[in-house]
């Protein structure tokens, strides 16, 4: 099914989903932008373990809520999520 293929049927933990969203968010910066901007700034680049750490962490509140939204009302993709909760179809775009 559909659901199954693009939410796993619904069966990630909210500490799974963390990381595997964190993982897909920041992957091209962690592997490319990261070493590059390290190797020219030096130890300044530190901050980007702090980014990397807290850059998911409204994920921890928005997360849930979301996902209970997804479950009850079946939205698989962000564009469902807007499109059935606000009047605004140009939004879902």
Excluded: C, K
């Amino acid at each position: 099914s559909v659901t199954g293929y693009v939410a796993a049927d619904r069966s990630f933990g909210l500490l799974v989903m963390y990381f595997v969203t964190g993982a897909s968010v920041f992957s091209a910066f962690a592997f490319l932008g990261g070493p590059g901007w390290a190797y020219s700034r030096g130890a300044a680049a530190f901050y980007i373990l702090a980014y990397g750490a807290l850059g998911m962490a409204p994920f921890y509140w928005i997360g849930p809520r979301v996902a209970e939204l997804g479950r009850r009302h079946g939205y698989v993709t962000q564009a469902q999520l807007l499109t059935g909760r606000f009047p605004s179809r140009n939004l879902s775009a």
